[in-house]
Protein backbone atom coordinates (compact mmCIF):
# COMPACT_ATOMS: atom_id res chain seq x y z
CA UNK A 1 0.00 0.00 0.00
CA UNK A 2 2.77 2.36 1.02
CA UNK A 3 4.93 1.71 -1.93
CA UNK A 4 1.60 2.70 -4.18
CA UNK A 5 1.79 6.12 -2.77
CA UNK A 6 5.43 6.36 -3.21
CA UNK A 7 5.14 5.41 -7.26
CA UNK A 8 3.06 8.40 -8.26
CA UNK A 9 6.18 10.72 -6.95
CA UNK A 10 7.72 12.38 -10.34
CA UNK A 11 11.31 12.39 -10.71
CA UNK A 12 12.58 11.12 -7.26
CA UNK A 13 15.99 12.83 -8.10
CA UNK A 14 14.48 15.80 -6.44
CA UNK A 15 14.97 14.45 -2.79
CA UNK A 16 18.58 13.72 -3.91
CA UNK A 17 19.21 17.55 -5.22
CA UNK A 18 17.31 18.72 -1.95
CA UNK A 19 19.72 16.77 0.13
CA UNK A 20 22.47 17.84 -1.57
CA UNK A 21 21.65 21.98 -1.54
CA UNK A 22 20.32 21.26 2.50
CA UNK A 23 24.17 19.68 3.13
CA UNK A 24 26.03 22.43 1.24
CA UNK A 25 24.14 24.81 3.57
CA UNK A 26 24.93 22.78 6.21
CA UNK A 27 28.54 22.91 6.27
CA UNK A 28 28.35 26.61 5.10
CA UNK A 29 26.75 27.20 8.33
CA UNK A 30 29.00 25.17 10.34
CA UNK A 31 31.81 26.92 8.99
CA UNK A 32 30.45 30.62 9.45
CA UNK A 33 29.16 29.18 13.10
CA UNK A 34 31.93 27.70 14.43
CA UNK A 35 34.90 28.36 12.77
CA UNK A 36 34.53 31.69 11.26
CA UNK A 37 36.94 33.31 8.50
CA UNK A 38 38.46 36.41 9.59
CA UNK A 39 36.70 38.71 7.33
CA UNK A 40 33.60 36.92 9.24
CA UNK A 41 35.42 37.40 12.75
CA UNK A 42 35.77 41.32 11.77
CA UNK A 43 32.16 42.00 10.95
CA UNK A 44 30.85 39.82 13.95
CA UNK A 45 33.20 40.15 16.90
CA UNK A 46 32.73 38.02 19.27
CA UNK A 47 34.20 40.00 21.94
CA UNK A 48 34.49 43.67 21.13
CA UNK A 49 37.25 46.10 23.71
CA UNK A 50 35.80 48.69 25.61
CA UNK A 51 38.29 51.52 25.39
CA UNK A 52 38.99 54.35 26.96
CA UNK A 53 38.66 58.48 25.95
CA UNK A 54 40.65 59.58 28.26
CA UNK A 55 43.03 58.95 31.22
CA UNK A 56 42.17 59.08 34.92
CA UNK A 57 41.58 57.42 37.98
CA UNK A 58 38.48 54.84 37.82
CA UNK A 59 36.18 55.32 40.07
CA UNK A 60 32.89 53.15 39.69
CA UNK A 61 32.13 50.24 37.96
CA UNK A 62 27.87 50.14 37.61
CA UNK A 63 28.41 46.88 36.18
CA UNK A 64 29.44 43.10 36.43
CA UNK A 65 30.52 40.07 34.40
CA UNK A 66 27.62 38.64 32.99
CA UNK A 67 25.52 42.10 33.31
CA UNK A 68 23.17 43.05 29.82
CA UNK A 69 24.84 45.99 28.80
CA UNK A 70 23.23 48.56 26.35
CA UNK A 71 22.36 52.55 25.47
CA UNK A 72 23.31 55.24 27.48
CA UNK A 73 23.54 52.99 31.14
CA UNK A 74 27.11 54.06 32.42
CA UNK A 75 29.77 51.24 31.94
CA UNK A 76 32.72 52.90 33.85
CA UNK A 77 32.96 56.51 35.45
CA UNK A 78 36.38 58.47 36.03
CA UNK A 79 36.92 60.81 38.46
CA UNK A 80 36.17 63.74 36.78
CA UNK A 81 37.40 66.41 38.99
CA UNK A 82 40.26 67.60 36.89
CA UNK A 83 38.47 67.65 34.05
CA UNK A 84 35.55 69.82 35.48
CA UNK A 85 37.99 72.33 36.39
CA UNK A 86 39.52 72.08 32.71
CA UNK A 87 35.95 72.77 31.64
CA UNK A 88 35.29 75.57 33.99
CA UNK A 89 39.04 77.35 33.20
CA UNK A 90 38.24 76.92 29.34
CA UNK A 91 34.49 78.57 29.85
CA UNK A 92 36.02 81.52 32.03
CA UNK A 93 38.70 81.78 28.83
CA UNK A 94 36.34 82.03 26.24
CA UNK A 95 34.08 84.43 28.38
CA UNK A 96 37.37 86.88 28.70
CA UNK A 97 38.20 86.33 24.59
CA UNK A 98 34.83 88.12 23.82
CA UNK A 99 35.32 91.29 21.77
CA UNK A 100 38.90 89.73 20.98
CA UNK A 101 40.06 88.79 17.19
CA UNK A 102 38.07 85.81 15.58
CA UNK A 103 41.11 83.67 15.47
CA UNK A 104 41.44 83.84 19.49
CA UNK A 105 37.99 83.60 20.06
CA UNK A 106 37.82 80.13 17.73
CA UNK A 107 41.06 79.13 19.59
CA UNK A 108 38.81 79.44 22.58
CA UNK A 109 35.67 77.90 22.04
CA UNK A 110 37.76 74.85 20.61
CA UNK A 111 39.06 74.77 23.56
CA UNK A 112 36.19 74.87 25.05
CA UNK A 113 34.43 72.08 23.02
CA UNK A 114 37.57 70.14 23.68
CA UNK A 115 37.40 70.32 27.64
CA UNK A 116 33.60 69.92 27.75
CA UNK A 117 34.37 66.18 24.88
CA UNK A 118 36.70 65.48 27.74
CA UNK A 119 34.86 65.92 30.89
CA UNK A 120 31.73 63.82 29.15
CA UNK A 121 34.44 60.75 28.09
CA UNK A 122 34.83 60.60 32.06
CA UNK A 123 31.44 58.00 31.49
CA UNK A 124 31.78 55.53 29.51
CA UNK A 125 28.32 54.05 27.57
CA UNK A 126 27.67 51.46 25.04
CA UNK A 127 26.41 54.52 23.13
CA UNK A 128 30.34 55.43 22.75
CA UNK A 129 30.92 52.29 20.73
CA UNK A 130 29.33 51.71 16.95
CA UNK A 131 29.56 47.84 15.43
CA UNK A 132 29.87 47.55 11.92
CA UNK A 133 27.77 44.89 11.10
CA UNK A 134 26.02 43.41 7.99
CA UNK A 135 23.34 45.26 9.06
CA UNK A 136 24.81 48.53 9.00
CA UNK A 137 26.53 50.14 12.23
CA UNK A 138 25.11 49.57 15.04
CA UNK A 139 24.97 50.67 18.83
CA UNK A 140 27.26 48.40 21.04
CA UNK A 141 24.82 46.26 23.20
CA UNK A 142 25.69 42.93 24.44
CA UNK A 143 27.05 41.21 27.50
CA UNK A 144 30.19 41.70 29.59
CA UNK A 145 32.47 39.14 29.72
CA UNK A 146 35.41 40.58 31.60
CA UNK A 147 36.29 43.76 33.09
CA UNK A 148 39.93 44.29 33.41
CA UNK A 149 40.17 47.32 35.29
CA UNK A 150 39.42 47.85 39.33
CA UNK A 151 38.31 51.55 41.41
CA UNK A 152 40.94 53.75 42.29
CA UNK A 153 43.02 52.57 39.49
CA UNK A 154 44.64 54.51 37.06
CA UNK A 155 44.03 53.90 33.34
CA UNK A 156 45.19 55.26 30.00
CA UNK A 157 43.80 57.08 27.28
CA UNK A 158 43.33 54.17 24.66
CA UNK A 159 43.38 51.22 27.25
CA UNK A 160 40.88 48.43 27.14
CA UNK A 161 38.79 48.64 30.44
CA UNK A 162 36.60 45.60 29.35
CA UNK A 163 34.90 42.84 27.21
CA UNK A 164 31.64 42.97 25.73
CA UNK A 165 30.16 40.26 23.95
CA UNK A 166 27.85 41.86 21.27
CA UNK A 167 24.64 40.98 20.91
CA UNK A 168 24.54 39.73 17.28
CA UNK A 169 22.42 36.93 16.30
CA UNK A 170 24.83 35.81 13.25
CA UNK A 171 26.40 33.10 14.93
CA UNK A 172 22.98 32.21 16.60
CA UNK A 173 21.34 32.02 12.77
CA UNK A 174 23.82 29.92 11.45
CA UNK A 175 23.82 27.34 14.30
CA UNK A 176 20.18 27.13 13.83
CA UNK A 177 20.31 26.73 10.17
CA UNK A 178 22.76 24.20 10.06
CA UNK A 179 20.83 22.08 12.69
CA UNK A 180 17.50 22.51 10.04
CA UNK A 181 19.39 22.07 6.99
CA UNK A 182 21.30 18.46 8.28
CA UNK A 183 17.30 17.43 9.79
CA UNK A 184 16.14 18.34 6.25
CA UNK A 185 18.84 16.70 4.33
CA UNK A 186 18.68 13.38 6.37
CA UNK A 187 14.66 13.80 5.80
CA UNK A 188 15.05 14.43 1.92
CA UNK A 189 17.66 10.81 1.64
CA UNK A 190 15.41 9.13 3.57
CA UNK A 191 12.43 9.89 0.96
CA UNK A 192 14.66 9.23 -2.17
CA UNK A 193 15.08 6.15 -0.53
CA UNK A 194 11.71 4.85 -0.23
CA UNK A 195 10.72 6.86 -3.62
CA UNK A 196 13.21 5.25 -5.85
CA UNK A 197 12.39 1.54 -4.59
Known sequence: MAKNRFTKIKG???????????????LWSISDAWFPRKSVREKHPQSYPVTM????????????????VAGA???????????KAAVETAEEAYKAAKGSDTEILKEKLDALVQARDNLRATT???????LETTHGEVPLHGVVLDILVEPATQVAA???VMLVRPNDSFYIFNKTLAGLTFFVAIF???????ASR
Do not use: M, W
Not at 75 to 82: E, F, M, P, Y
Not at 188 to 194: D, G, N, S, V
Open 188 to 194: ALIFHRI
Open 73 to 83: APLLTLVATSY
Open 53 to 68: AVSGVVQTIPVKAGDE
Open 158 to 160: GET
Open 12 to 26: TKDFLVLAVACIFIC
Open 124 to 130: VTCNDFT
